[in-house]
Nanobody
Framework: QVQLVESGGGLVQPGGSLRLTCAAS??????????MAWYRQAPGKQRELVAR???????NYGDSVKGRFTISRDNIKNTVYLQMEDLKAEDTAVYYC????????WGQGTRVTVSS
């Protein structure tokens, strides 16, 4: 069983930065074995992958965020981060943290609004 709590969202101007944090509570005690990811869902659109970091440290990004977003994880703190730079209006969405092993777990989401 995994519980995920996202934080760090808010209103930011185009070109600005935000760092999202996903704090995990894991029955096993650590997220070490989990593949972790950030997804987002904009109004009227399907949920899409933003970034994924596997238990082995392999990383992949959605095409629209490559070069601007950075995902990282701290297995000791049971935390996953998403550093977002050069934010654009099209990055506006609710961002969700995901943990996957045999099952897939989701947080409640944190809203990011990019607007001047």
């Amino acid at each position: 069983q995994v519980q995920l709590v996202e934080s760090g969202g808010g209103l930011v101007q185009p070109g600005g930065s935000l760092r999202l944090t996903c704090a995990a509570s894991v029955a096993s005690g650590t997220i070490f074995l989990y593949n972790m990811a950030w997804y987002r869902q904009a109004p009227g659109k399907q949920r899409e992958l933003v970034a994924r970091i596997t238990k082995g440290g392999d990383i992949n990004y959605g095409d629209s965020v490559k070069g601007r977003f950075t995902i990282s994880r701290d297995n000791i703190k049971n935390t996953v981060y998403l550093q977002m730079e050069d934010l654009k209006a099209e990055d506006t969405a609710v961002y969700y943290c995901n943990a996957a092993l045999q099952n897939s777990y989701w947080g409640q989401g944190t809203r990011v609004t990019v607007s001047s």
